[in-house]
């Protein structure tokens, strides 16, 4: 019997119509656990590096995470992972929501999507009965009325739906995979969905999930839930107001956006409005967000109610996603309420809530430059708004300069040329970046940008806080209960990290103690990567309920397997380099991971350099990022060292 897993993936051939139900080997399970790990390993074996994100070859699989299901409160991730047309690397995207554990109820740890259908079409899962329906009637509707027909066609309330809105149909490079109440955004996965001909995927499972040790499982599912009550009545003091809780940036409970926009960059990531948040904004922004939050609503099996239905008068109601809510506001220099409203269209489009709006300001200023032409953008509405929902509507149609534009600010820079890339200014890897910009380099987060391979900064920072606190009373206060460290030494960094003087940024955490902090807040992500996990109480903020000491327990309980701390380590480890290398493999380097010129005011070119060659050695990549034979070896990764030599990637194990 297989615990917390199904032992089976769906596997679907688009081209040829062929379904089939695969039981997978329990031999990965003990080697990358589940989501992300098994993800990455299907990637490696399946995918030679050549394959282009639009070849029927790239395979896109929706993966629910090893724990997903069970009853551990927050485990509901979706995993998606493809090779993506804006990086050209492997995409892996989250969403939470309902739909991953309904795939586990109807007895399925993976989708496979494979090929291309001639035709548009939904997949509808229904237990044991899986079938490609034509989805003709769905071409152009909106990725929320989309799962409101599916529901209404299949008579069944109960569905789960993941599903594209025009956006992906029409392979908009950040076209996001949207299921209501969450959305994997980041990568352009959706476009890949939608050059598959896949509209949606509907799910219904009825099944059970087998736990190995249930009685066990419950008194820790049961602990985290009392943990979170006790947490969340004791909010951090001396953070910033979205760090002081738990959850996925709680922006819709939130109402003091100071810190946002008076540090976040507006427009197209360039402008930074240190004075703008005032009392007369504070009451005007509390009004707009209490008057169309219709309700507060949580993830399957969760407490924390991150999320809100958003009802915008003559506005289809729909769930606002965290930071959504500013990056259309800050990026046209607009009000909360034009963000609310045109974040329900950009949802049914499914669209990257971060790239969408700064592609969007990117063509704004191409245009005051004179880069883009009056002719480019012939029938523009004057007023800035209306500007904003005309190029939205353009990009998605790939109509005129939308069709430029759809390819993000990277690939759309390159085609314009005329000195548009210097506009393309906030990029990692092809994509776009958090506009956050910081007056000073910040060891952790420069690692954290430059190395990150889920390009997406709120989901690589982590456990330890981002800034010393004011006195050492306050940092005293709160060591005393830090159990989430994996040992003293993180304690000791936090103590003598200071606002000025010899241990403050740039020089301090120092190079040891900020890879050692980057290499947790890693390890945390990629663990609940695996394991189905929302960040929001695990990896992303302060003092989640769970933790490096508690999460072999939780997996040992569910699956049977013998973890401790050791092995739940190394099964990151290796799961993190296979990452790596399917990124190498298809051409990642040293000269990739560069964050955006002006993320700090002050660069520190050789500090940096050396910042980055000290955590290659960290990580066991050599200096150009190429993950060495013998740290691969050690990872029982003997298999991509001999494939990277193999293909000259890798020459006597080492460069
Ligand atoms: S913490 Fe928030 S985002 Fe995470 S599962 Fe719970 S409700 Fe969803």
Redesign the pocket.
Same mark, same amino acid.
């Given at each position: 019997m297989r615990y917390a897993e199904t032992g089976y993936n769906l596997e679907v051939d688009l081209s040829r119509g062929n379904i089939e139900r695969v039981e997978t080997d329990p031999r990965l399970t003990e080697l990358h656990l589940g989501g992300l790990g098994t993800n990455a390993r299907i990637l490696w074996d399946r995918v030679p590096p050549e394959t282009e994100p639009f070849s029927p070859d790239n395979p896109l699989i929706l993966s629910t995470g090893l724990l997903c299901g069970t009853p551990a +409160? #927050?485990a /509901? !991730?979706t995993i998606v992972t493809t090779i993506s047309p804006l990086t050209r690397y492997l995409a892996y995207s989250m969403m #939470? #929501?309902f739909w991953a554990p309904e795939l586990k109820y109807a007895g399925y740890d993976k989708v496979i999507l494979r090929g291309k259908s001639a035709d548009l079409v939904y997949l509808y899962i229904n237990n044991d009965k899986v079938e490609i329906r034509d989805a003709s009637h769905l071409r152009g509707k909106g990725s929320n009325e989309t799962a409101e027909l599916i529901r209404r066609e299949l008579k069944d309330p109960n569905v789960q739906v993941s599903a594209i809105g025009l956006a992906g149909e029409n392979r908009v490079f950040f076209a996001s995979i949207e299921q209501g !109440? $969450?959305s994997a955004s980041r990568g352009g996965i959706g476009a890949v969905m939608g050059d598959k001909g896949v509209k949606a995927v509907a799910v219904r499972g009825t099944k059970d999930v087998n736990i190995a040790r249930p009685a066990e499982f419950v008194e820790l599912c049961n602990g985290v839930l009392r943990y979170i009550k006790d947490r969340e009545s004791k909010p951090i003091p001396g953070v910033m107001p979205i760090l002081a809780g @738990? #959850? $996925?940036p709680?922006e819709m409970k939130l109402i003091d956006e100071e810190w946002h926009t008076t540090n976040f960059m507006w427009g197209n990531s360039r402008t930074r409005r240190k004075d703008f948040w005032t009392k007369d904004i504070e009451e005007k922004w509390r009004e707009t967000q209490e008057s169309v939050r219709t309700r507060l609503? $949580?993830?399957? /099996?969760? +407490?924390?109610?991150?999320?809100a239905t958003i009802s915008v008068p003559g506005v289809a109601t729909y769930m606002m996603k *965290?930071f959504t809510k500013l990056t259309y506001t800050m990026a046209a220099f607009s009000d909360l309420d034009f963000g609310f409203r045109i974040a329900q269209r950009a949802t049914e489009y499914g669209v990257d809530g971060f790239s969408a709006p700064q592609v969007m300001a990117f063509a704004l200023e191409l245009l005051e430059a004179g880069i883009l032409k009056e002719s480019d953008v012939a029938g523009m509405p004057a007023d800035n708004e209306g500007k904003f929902y005309w190029l939205l509507d353009r990009i998605v149609r790939r109509e005129g300069i939308g069709d430029v534009l759809a390819d993000g600010t990277y690939w759309a820079a390159k085609k314009l040329g005329s000195g548009a890339e210097e506009y393309a200014h906030n990029n990692i890897k092809k994509q776009e970046q958090l506009p956050l910009k910081l007056g000073m380099l910040n060891p952790v987060y420069y690692l954290m940008y430059s190395t990150g391979e889920k390009i997406n900064i709120t989901q690589i920072e982590g456990q330890f806080p981002q800034a010393p606190f004011m006195t050492k009373e306050e940092t005293e206060e709160f060591i005393r209960d830090w159990i989430h460290v994996p040992d003293d030494r993180f304690k000791e960094y936090l103590r003598k990290w200071e606002f000025r003087g010899e241990f403050s940024n740039p020089y301090y955490p120092d190079i040891q103690a900020s890879c050692d902090i980057v290499d947790w807040q890693e390890m945390m992500h990629y663990i609940d990567d695996a394991l189905g996990m *929302?960040?929001? @109480?695990s990896s992303f903020p302060l003092k989640p309920p769970y933790h490096i000491h508690n999460y072999p327990s939780f997996i040992t309980a569910a699956t049977g397997l013998d973890m401790d701390e050791a092995g739940l380590a190394k099964i990151t480890r290796r799961n993190r380099m296979l990452v790596r290398s399917v990124n190498v493999r298809r051409g990642l380097r040293r000269a990739d991971e560069k964050p955006p010129e002006d993320h700090w005011k002050k660069r520190f070119p050789e500090l940096e350099q050396e910042l980055l060659s000290t955590y290659y050695k960290f990580k066991g990549w050599n200096m150009n990022g190429i993950p060495t034979r013998e740290k691969l070896e050690e990872l029982d990764l003997g298999y991509v060292a001999e494939d990277l030599e193999k293909r000259g990637i890798l020459k006597d194990g080492q460069d």
């Open positions: +409160p #927050g /509901n !991730r #939470g #929501g !109440r $969450s @738990l #959850g $996925s709680q609503i $949580s993830c399957y /099996n969760c +407490p924390m109610k991150c999320g *965290c *929302c960040a929001g @109480l």
